[in-house]
């Protein structure tokens, strides 16, 4: 069984890592559940990303929650102004795994409006992405919400996590107000029963799919859903590591 | 002549933007992508290819841009496409899906 990377954690502390639960439980969460997943190695990371990006990460923490996952919380205050949307956050939780399947919640990540479409998600996503084939982990776990991801994520080829959160991006009444016309609404209606009349109700609904239409952005921004990525799916993983490795295509040979 | 709430709904796309999306692929990708889902779309949910091409705005052009451009995928996508067609009296998905679903596994 692989063990996990020693974590250096006076060295840690001294970059201004903290940890806020014990560092004997934090050791034995990861040696237990994650032996592989060097958790140095991503802070190290982060760190570089930071420096690449020019800013310093204003606080770096460590610990277990309340339902025992681990958090890795990243958080940059633009200190030059004392606008709240300018702070710059990165949240994980390595999960406890349940029914032998290990999953990392991508519980938050927000960029200022400062730091968007510059490409700098590729460089805070990969740190983590890198371990988790070391970490044998199945899942990845995300939200998208008011602050983003409803069109991103689904173009990335998450999936709604089942049928009541994919039902959650259909708002026809929106659609309509937006102009989507009734039979594109129907037909997005007649594929989400077709799907769930012969799969149970909490398979994941493959929104990328969906993220191809010609009004995809007004279909998905804004909305709020569970997304899953299976990484055991080849389809799922193959469609993000081309968005996450920009030279990487995902082209049948030709 | 009129435009068409598509195009405005494109030109209005443009506009926009999810503050999470800012890693970019291709237009080679991302037409591999929309034309694949189009026909995955199709046979998932049983309904005629011309009314899946409407709502992915793919005309018959690009359906030959594609076969240019991916001839393997575009040949199998097309045969499972003909079976899907064959059967299309009874609707026999059953056996049409999983020869789909396998080209789609294997082109991606």
Redesign the interface.
Known sequence: MPQSAIIQFDALEQQGVFFSSDKQAITSFLTTYYPGFDLSAVLYELDKVAKMWDFEWGQKSIGLGGLGGLMIHHQYDNLDTSDEADCLLVRRILKPPTADKKRISHEE???P?SM???????HLILPYYRQYANAKIDFIDAQAGA???????A??GFAAANKKEATNVLDDERLRR????D??IE??H??LE??YSSNPLESPF?M???????????L??GTHWKAVLDLQN??QK??FE???Y?SR?????? | MTTSVLDTRSGHSDRLHDPLYDMEVSEEQLFFYKVVAAFSLAFRSKRPLARVFKLYNLTQQDIARFEELFPEAAKKMLEAAFIAAFFMPTCDYNFAKPVFFICVSHSL
């Not at chain 1, 990328?208 to 007004?218: C, I």
């Not at chain 1, 295509?249 to 030709?254: E, M, T």
């Open positions: 990540m927000y960029l409006p968007q479409q510059k490409g700098l998600s590729r602050t983003g991801g409803g069109y991103a994520l173009r990335y937006i102009g989507v016309d039979d594109s037909l997005l007649e594929d077709e799907f493959l990328w799919e969906w993220a191809q239409t010609s009004f995809a952005k007004e998905l921004m080849k389809a193959s469609i081309s968005y996450l920009s295509r995902v082209l049948p040979s030709s």
